[in-house]
């Protein structure tokens, strides 16, 4: 009777998965394996379920890669295309 009822606990909270702080070399080995340069992907500290992506018009594919390594370690994607550095 116990054995399903433990099951069951499992299987809610495993839905409960928070995201961790990567170190900077994850993030780059990860950003290398989906062709972006250092520092392109970025997490940080305040939103750790959000892994940013620093890139003017990265292809489908790049998007495509990281949303994947994002998904996997339950982040978001949130992708800034343009940066506009004042003059």
């Not at 409960?16 to 080995?29: F, N, P, W």
């Not at 890139?55 to 370690?73: G, I, K």
Request: glycine share 6%; net charge positive; hydrophobic share 45%.
């Amino acid at each position: 009777m116990r054995l399903p009822i433990l099951f069951i606990m499992a299987l809610t909270l495993s839905g409960c998965v928070t995201a961790r702080m990567h170190s900077a070399g994850e993030l780059s080995v990860a950003g290398r394996a989906c062709g972006l340069a250092e520092g392109e992907l970025v997490q940080e500290g305040e939103l750790k379920k959000v892994l940013f992506l620093y890139r003017v018009a990265p292809s489908r594919e790049m998007r495509s890669c990281v949303f994947r390594w994002a998904d996997r370690n339950h982040m978001r994607l949130a992708v800034i295309e343009a940066v506009n550095y004042p003059q």
